[in-house]
Every structure is written in structure tokens, then in C-alpha cells.
């Protein structure tokens, strides 16, 4: 009995990250249908699109069509995404020579740089305690 009221209490407390909403993120315009779409959170500008700074991410589960949907769980906050189309399933987004992306990729807001990534500013978006979605536009 004592085990059961802790576990009642213990629930109780727990942090509010632990509650997640969905957000389903339509990604469109895939120019190719192999491979996998990645889709990354970051918190914040000083972990924005640094490797391993993530929040969270997922991948997609279902085969890709022109307009794939991703499911992610993300508790309540500020975010930006970044999305990358990995065509070849090698795990990373490929670059030429310049480290300009050879696959499709993309960010919340649909938001832009003018010479490389945007600004986590203009990719952020907030995140409710309800189901959101969002669609992130694919360039190439």
C-alpha cells in the first residue's frame, strides 16, 4: 500500500516536459520519395543546428509520398526545426565541396538565410500544450 501511494505522489510531481502534445509536421515538396525525412528541435539560438544540441527529434515511420506527415511529441515551448530529406539513408545531410546541402532540406516558418541557415529567431515557433501542426516547404 505504501508502494502504490508513493507512485500516486510521485506522479503527482512530475515535470511539466514529461507532457507532450503532438505536432504534426507536413513536409512538402520532396522532389524524391526514397530515403528518410529527420526533423530536429532546438531550444535555443546557442544549440541551434549544433549537432547533438537537439531537443528532440523524430523520423518518419511511414513511406514517403510529395507530402509527408511527421508526428512528433514536443512538451509546451519555444522551438525551431530544422528538417533534412536523407535521400541515401546514410544517417547525415550531404554537402558539395562548399558545404552547400545536395539534399532537400528546411525549417520551421519556412524561414531563410541569406547566405546559409537562418536565424533561430525566424524559425522559432511556440509550442501549446495541445496537438499543433505546422508544414515545413522542402528546397533543393
Not at 501511494?5 to 524524391?32: R, Y
Not at 538565410?113 to 505546422?134: H, I, W
Amino acid at each position: 500500500m505504501k508502494k502504490a501511494i508513493s507512485l500516486i505522489v510521485g506522479l503527482l510531481f512530475i515535470p511539466e516536459i514529461m507532457l507532450a502534445a503532438n505536432l504534426t509536421c507536413l513536409i512538402k515538396g520532396l522532389e524524391h520519395l526514397e530515403g528518410s525525412l529527420n526533423i530536429a528541435f532546438y531550444s535555443s539560438a546557442d544549440t541551434f543546428l549544433k549537432d547533438g544540441k537537439q531537443i528532440a527529434s523524430c523520423r518518419n515511420s511511414q513511406p514517403l509520398n510529395k507530402d509527408s506527415r511527421l508526428i512528433c511529441p514536443l512538451p509546451a515551448g519555444a522551438y525551431a526545426a530544422a528538417v533534412y530529406h536523407d535521400e541515401n539513408s546514410n544517417g547525415k545531410m550531404d554537402t558539395n565541396f562548399l558545404g552547400i546541402p545536395k539534399e532537400g532540406y528546411g525549417f520551421s516558418n519556412n524561414a531563410h538565410g541569406s547566405f546559409g541557415p537562418p536565424k533561430y529567431e525566424d524559425a522559432a515557433f511556440t509550442m501549446g500544450e495541445s496537438d499543433q501542426e505546422t508544414s515545413i516547404l522542402l528546397k533543393y
